[in-house]
């Protein structure tokens, strides 16, 4: 039954039916691990952390255990115990694309670019239609040249104005609205000729948009004016 509310994401019943079977088994595996991912839906990640960590002593050649481990890690923040399970998943089953992919994402998140394209390469090469990480290798290229042209420009000065616009029309089922690249398009270059140095950013998901908004947060601190310019629909989706 916890099964069941798992999928039908209802995760405080699916929690409250694993207690009852782990209070009869404190040793069932199933029990704890997918306790583990009904935590995790609650964003109550010491505590998928622990049932993870409790599924990997029982069973330490399962490589499940440590990738649910680091996508935990990860959500918290951990970068660092979050790569070293992805390490260990990969060693106990390197013909898994997903791991990769994960890994990729740690990289990623340290910057480390050239790694984490490798990662996602290496994901790819063991599943050709992987969504996911072919999106991934296309966003991690353009993140990297960007960042090395903006290596080769000098630095924002002290009193400089700065401005992140982002224009977001492509929302998959939800359907494409036309008008956020051109806004973005001509918002930019207003900016651009007030003497704004400007960032355009168009069609991003989540990731790119904190990751720019994160890279976007350094030049805010050294500029006299740091403006934020959005356009596309403000919606929450399930």
Same mark, same amino acid.
């Given at each position: 039954?916890?099964?069941?509310?798992?999928?039908?994401?209802?995760?405080?019943?699916?929690?409250?039916?694993?207690?009852?079977?782990?209070?009869?088994?404190?040793?069932?595996?199933?029990?704890?691990?997918?306790?583990?991912?009904?935590?995790?839906?609650?964003?109550?990640?010491?505590?998928?952390?622990?049932?993870?960590?409790?599924?990997?002593?029982?069973?330490?050649?399962?490589?499940?255990?440590?990738?649910?481990?680091?996508?935990?890690?990860?959500?918290?923040?951990?970068?660092?115990?979050?790569?070293?399970?992805?390490?260990?998943?990969?060693?106990?089953?390197?013909?898994?694309?997903?791991?990769?992919?994960?890994?990729?994402?740690?990289?990623?998140?340290?910057?480390?670019?050239?790694?984490?394209?490798?990662?996602?390469?290496?994901?790819?090469?063991?599943?050709?239609?992987?969504?996911?990480?072919?999106?991934?290798?296309?966003?991690?290229? +353009?993140?990297? @040249? =960007? $960042?090395?042209? /903006? *290596?080769?420009?000098?630095?924002?000065?002290? !009193?400089?104005? #700065?401005? &992140?616009?982002?224009?977001?029309?492509?929302?998959?089922?939800?359907?494409?609205?036309?008008?956020?690249?051109?806004?973005?398009?001509?918002?930019?270059?207003?900016?651009?000729?007030?003497?704004?140095?400007?960032?355009?950013?168009?069609?991003?998901?989540?990731?790119?948009?904190?990751?720019?908004?994160? +890279?976007?947060? @350094? =030049? $805010?601190?050294? /500029? *006299?004016?740091?403006?934020?310019?959005?356009? !596309?629909?403000? #919606?929450? &989706?399930?």
């Amino acid at each position: 039954r916890g099964d069941v509310n798992i999928r039908r994401k209802e995760p405080d019943r699916a929690i409250a039916d694993f207690d009852q079977v782990i209070a009869q088994n404190p040793d069932d595996i199933l029990a704890l691990f997918n306790r583990g991912v009904a935590f995790q839906a609650r964003s109550l990640h010491d505590r998928a952390i622990a049932d993870y960590t409790r599924v990997i002593a029982l069973k330490p050649d399962d490589p499940d255990g440590y990738t649910n481990r680091g996508i935990a890690y990860r959500a918290k923040g951990d970068a660092d115990r979050a790569l070293a399970d992805y390490n260990k998943a990969i060693a106990l089953r390197p013909a898994d694309p997903s791991n990769y992919n994960n890994r990729g994402n740690i990289f990623w998140d340290k910057g480390d670019f050239d790694r984490a394209l490798a990662d996602y390469e290496r994901a790819i090469q063991l599943r050709p239609d992987y969504a996911v990480a072919i999106d991934n290798r296309k966003l991690v290229v +353009a993140q990297r @040249d =960007k $960042a090395k042209a /903006a *290596a080769a420009t000098p630095a924002i000065p002290a !009193g400089a104005r #700065v401005a &992140l616009v982002i224009g977001n029309g492509a929302y998959g089922r939800m359907g494409r609205l036309r008008n956020p690249a051109n806004d973005a398009a001509a918002v930019g270059k207003a900016l651009t000729a007030i003497g704004f140095s400007v960032e355009i950013v168009t069609d991003a998901n989540r990731e790119t948009m904190a990751r720019s908004l994160r +890279a976007f947060s @350094d =030049k $805010a601190d050294r /500029a *006299a004016i740091a403006m934020v310019y959005y356009s !596309g629909h403000a #919606v929450q &989706l399930p």
